[in-house]
C-alpha cells in the first residue's frame, strides 16, 4: 500500500527533476501560484494571499518535494521535520535507520531533512547524491549559522504551510534527539491537542543581559526582562490548525534570534495558542549513559552521536533492560 504510493511518489520525482525549474528565476508568488496549479490545492487561498506578503521571498524551492504531502484532506498525520546542517550526512542516516524508519511502514507519517545553504563544494555534491536517494530533503535558500537558525525555521515553517496544509501535525525535531515514537504517536492519537505547540514547557525564564553571553539579548531587541512561556527547542510538536497562523505570526512579530522563545514562545503568544507541557519530552541534557532502554516511558531526549541514536533504537525494541549500559558499549 505504502510501497506502491512511495513508488509512485519517486517516479513522479524523478520526472520533475528532470524537468527541474530553475524557480530562482520565478518570483516567488509566482512560484506559489505554479505549485498550488500543479499541486491541486484550491483551498488554500487564504494562504495563499497572506503568504504573499511574506518578509522572504527567494526560496530555493526544489519540485523533488513537491508531493511532499499529498493533497488528500489529513492524509498526513504527523510530518516529523529535522532542520539538519547539510555535512550531517551521519545525523540523517541514523535517523533513517532509527526512528525515522516508521515511515516505511505508514504513509501517513512522514520525514522531511531541511538543509541550508553549503559553499563547500563537496558537501554540495554528495548533498545532491543523497537529496535523489532519498527524496526527503528539502535545500533552504538560508546560510547556516547560529543567528540565522530563526530565519531557518520561518522558512522550513513556510514550506511547511505552502506543501503541507492537511497535516495534523508537526514535529520540529532536531538531528541529534532519540524519539520514542511509539510513545508520541500514541499520545497525539488519544489526546487530539489542538491550538498548541506540545513539547518541554518553560516558564519564568529570564532574558540574559549579560552582555557576553551567548544568549546576551538587549532591551532595544527585547525589552521585559521575563520570558513568554515558551516550548523547549529540540523537539517540539506544533498542532496543524495553527501551522499557518503560526507562520504569518513571523512577519508581525519582530524576531529575536532563540528560535524556541521566539516561535513557541512570541509568535505562539500572539496567535493565542497554547503551550502544553508534556513530562515525556525532556527538558534537560542528555542521561550519561544512554541505552535505549530508559526511553520506555520518556518521548524525546537529547543530545546524543548517530550511533547512540541507532543503537537506543534497537534497545528500545527489542525490550532489552539497562542494568548498566557499559556493557553495550
Ligand atoms: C550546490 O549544488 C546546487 C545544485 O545541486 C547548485 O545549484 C549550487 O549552486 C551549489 N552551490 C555551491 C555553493 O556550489
Ligand atoms: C498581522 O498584522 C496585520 C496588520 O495589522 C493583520 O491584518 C494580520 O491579521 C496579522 N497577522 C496575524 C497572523 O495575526
Ligand atoms: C517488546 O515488548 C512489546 C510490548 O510488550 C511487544 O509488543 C514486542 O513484541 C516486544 N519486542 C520484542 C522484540 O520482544
Redesign the pocket.
Known sequence: MHTNNWTHSFRANKMTMTERVQLKSLTFVQSIKTLFFITGIISSVYVLLNISNAKFDNYNYDFSSLLACGKKEHSVFLLMAVPSKAGNFRERMAIRNSWGSVVKQDASIRLFFFVGK??D?KI?DTL?MEKETYMDIVELDIRETYKNLVKKITALLQWLTVHCTNTKYILKVDDDVFLNFNLLINYLRNSKPVNSIIGCKLTNAPVVRDKLSKYYISNEEYNPDIFPVYVGGPAYVISGDILGKLYLATNNVSSIFLEDVYINGMCREYINALAVGHPSFSCVTRIKEPCGGYFRNLITGHPYSAGEIERMWMQLNDNITCISSKSYR
Do not use: F, P, V
Open positions: 553549503e559553499a563544494q554540495n545532491t
